[in-house]
């Protein structure tokens, strides 16, 4: 089954009571037994839900996967996959990341004696200079958050094959529509859901997929004791959204295509930032691991000043100045003071986060607005 009939068909099917062809939300918090311990496969929905277990099968399939598991967030996620490791183990991380993730790691765990090393991954060889006894697993993402990098995926997987360690994949930025990393040798897929799976900024939530029953079974027992589960509604939006996932895709990867072409041409942009140029770092890999490029990408101005860039992110009317992105809308961001404020600007500066540096989330809108105004706005 191709992915863009997965996606309006995995895991759904018509209610039984009434045949109605959106699976229903089902808005309890627990379900009567007709006797202890006799029930029909739910006991609290903290545990289960027949909402959420429709969306969790439905990101099973489309990630090639056979269990998913969701979460009230995407830091909900990535917390889960932490917790599979155990005091004194180690993560080698890819160094460009999202900042809450970075602050996770080390606010959070690096407390309970997880030690995280932050590498740089453009090759990905550089990662065994870091495997030691006590490395437990690798953690990318690809693209990166913002600086687009690539990371050969499937080199990272041999090097976790060869050391037995688990390699876990933040695919938020490309969704399953251009990427699929279980296909590639990850052992982990992680979601931001509130991002493009969602697609429609009215959601937050996270997302695991694995194709291992023992990593399942730790991930549910995670998900079900520590309680960081989504609520049936919100699990509904997602499941809905996955339905436009392909084509909305293909109209993010159009826009952001004539968008990134039109910011290298125009005379007052210094570097732009996007996967899908020739001449982008280990473009290679990405034509080799995508269907495509996305509508992500970043940019700094010739002008390379935190006062021209503050100008240009305060002068849009098309792309909302706001966090997140993958929604249907266009957005404009500040990495230094939004989504990355929790890195350390050594740390930002150190791996080429500037501060002057722009994020685009190039949304569905009809591409020539969109040019106009950031044309307007850059002017």
């Known amino acids: 089954m191709k992915l863009g009939t997965k996606l309006i068909h995995a895991g759904v099917a018509p209610d039984p009571s009434t045949g109605a062809i959106m699976t229903p939300i089902y808005q309890t918090s627990t379900y009567v037994q007709s006797a202890p311990g006799h029930h029909k496969g739910y006991e609290y929905a903290r545990t289960q839900n027949p909402t959420r277990d429709a969306l969790q099968d439905a990101l099973a399939a489309i990630e090639n996967g056979t ?11 990535t917390d889960a996959v932490i917790k599979l490791l155990n005091p004194g183990d180690e993560v080698i991380v890819s160094s460009d990341l999202y900042g809450g993730t970075y602050r996770i790691f080390t606010k959070v765990f690096a407390r309970y004696g997880v030690k995280f090393h932050f590498i740089g991954m453009q090759d ?19 693209p990166t958050n913002p600086l687009m990098n690539i990371i050969d995926i499937a080199a990272c997987a041999q090097i976790a094959q060869e050391h037995q360690l688990l390699l876990s994949v933040d695919n938020t930025f490309a969704s399953p529509y251009l990427q699929n990393p279980l296909d590639l040798g990850a052992h982990i897929v992680v979601h931001s859901a509130t991002k493009y799976l969602g697609g429609h900024s009215d959601v937050v939530h996270g997302a695991v997929i694995v194709k291992d029953e023992a990593l399942a079974q730790q991930l549910y027992f995670f998900q079900n004791s520590c309680g960081a589960v989504p609520g049936p509604q919100d699990c509904f939006l997602v499941l809905r959204g996955l339905k436009t996932l392909h084509v909305r895709m293909q109209r993010h990867c159009e826009n952001g295509a004539t968008v990134a072409r039109f910011l290298r041409e125009h005379p007052k942009v210094g570097k732009v930032f996007w996967c899908g140029f020739e001449d982008h770092p280990n473009h290679d890999i990405a034509k080799k691991q995508m269907r495509g490029f996305g509508g992500m990408m970043s940019f700094t101005l010739k002008n390379d000043s935190m006062d021209a860039a503050l100008k240009v992110l305060s002068s849009t009317h098309l792309f909302s100045l706001a966090e997140s992105l993958g929604g249907v809308e266009s957005l404009i961001g500040h990495p230094a003071t939004m989504t990355h404020a929790s890195i350390p600007r050594e740390e930002r500066m150190k ?22 105004d950031l044309d307007k706005a850059i002017a």
């Open 124 to 142: 990905a060889q550089n990662i065994r200079n870091y495997v030691n006894a006590q490395t437990k697993m690798i953690w990318i993402e690809t």
């Open 351 to 372: 791996n080429g986060l500037v501060d002057s540096l722009i994020r685009l989330s190039v949304g569905i809108e009809d591409a020539d607005d969109l040019l106009a």
């Open 67 to 77: 269990h998913g598991i969701s979460f009230g967030s995407g830091l909900a996620a």
